[in-house]
């Protein structure tokens, strides 16, 4: 389900790291900028729970966690430092209306 996240780029706080906070539903996600492109992965570190807005995006678009210096890439999600976890991403789009993020229906509370 698609969910508004801003009407625009402006309306997200997005600090020096090039990442923003949004909550949706209660939740916390992150919204990362890298090359114009927006893109939307977990708020927490699927390793130890480190703080994925205290991070950072790397020169290649990657999102590093501030713990442990984990590297994702945000549009697989897939772990390129070699630990082997994955980070949860989803879709961003920009429409007329604003900036969108698609988050499935079904998964659970703790899904974050």
């Not at 549009?75 to 980070?87: A, C, H, K, V």
């Not at 879709?91 to 604003?98: D, H």
Request: overall charge negative; glycine content about 10%.
């Amino acid at each position: 389900m698609w969910h508004k996240l801003a009407e625009h780029p402006n309306e997200l706080d997005f600090g020096s790291n090039n990442i923003a906070v949004a909550e949706i539903n209660g939740k916390k996600i992150c919204i990362g900028l890298h090359q114009d492109r927006y893109f939307a992965f977990a708020y927490k570190c699927p390793h130890a729970g480190g703080l994925l807005s205290q991070g950072f995006i790397d020169a290649l678009g990657q999102v590093v966690c501030p713990l442990h210096r984990y590297r994702f890439n945000p549009q697989t999600g897939r772990n390129t430092s070699g630990e082997g976890y994955y980070l949860s991403h989803w879709p961003v789009e920009w429409r007329e209306e604003g900036l969108f993020v698609d988050l499935p229906d079904n998964q659970k509370p703790g899904w974050f």
